[in-house]
């Protein structure tokens, strides 16, 4: 018994030692098509699909002496953010860098990917015909984040330098 719980202690004392030498940055949070203005002969296509956010961020290996390996092709990428007291997890379905099976990060290192999507697609937040989530995305915005998730690594964003709002 004693064996089998100091099996995990060191399991579980290797995960936290490996999430603390790695971060996660968000540099850049886009946010469009959340107040769709019509007019007439424009093609509406991606408008029903709600608001668009979009995220430029930076893996970085915090440690003085190790090289860390991830694993983007086995990696889980999602937004997650609260809306009426509800948590919400929006997988992205594709990253261009996910098609590598490791990526080697040096100590001090850093590796960068963006990825975009419609955040509320899937949800029952978003309405048929809505026209303006301006009051949802004020709601959403302080809360989300971006969480980068593989075997043995999960970490989460704290930080997020700055957001540009546009059409």
């Known amino acids: 018994m004693k064996r089998k ?5 060191i399991f579980i004392s ?9 971060s996660l940055v968000v540099n850049k949070l886009y946010i469009s098509h959340y ?22 961020c930076v893996l970085k290996n915090n440690s003085k ?3 860390i390996e991830i694993s983007p092709s086995d990696s889980q990428v999602y937004f997650e953010f609260r809306y009426k007291g509800n948590i919400y ?17 040096s100590p001090q290192n850093s590796y960068s990917f963006s990825f975009g999507m419609p955040i509320l697609l899937g949800t029952l937040i ?16 302080p809360t989300i984040k971006v969480v980068y998730k593989q075997k043995k690594m999960k970490l989460i964003s ?4 700055s ?4 059409d």
């Not at 002969?41 to 979009?54: A, T």
């Not at 704290?158 to 330098?161: L, S, T, V, Y």
């Open 5 to 9: 719980l100091a099996i995990i202690l």
């Open 14 to 22: 290797h995960l936290c030692f490996l999430n603390a030498q790695m």
């Open 35 to 56: 107040d769709v203005k019509y007019i007439e002969g424009k093609d509406y296509e991606d408008d029903e699909d709600g608001p668009h956010i979009g995220a430029d």
């Open 65 to 67: 002496s190790d090289t």
């Open 89 to 105: 997890n929006q997988a992205v379905s594709s990253l261009s860098f996910r098609e590598k099976d490791e990526v080697l990060l």
């Open 126 to 141: 978003i309405r048929s015909k809505k026209q303006n989530y301006t009051k949802e995305i004020m709601e959403i915005l």
């Open 158 to 161: 704290e930080e997020i330098m």
């Open 163 to 166: 957001v540009n709002v546009g």
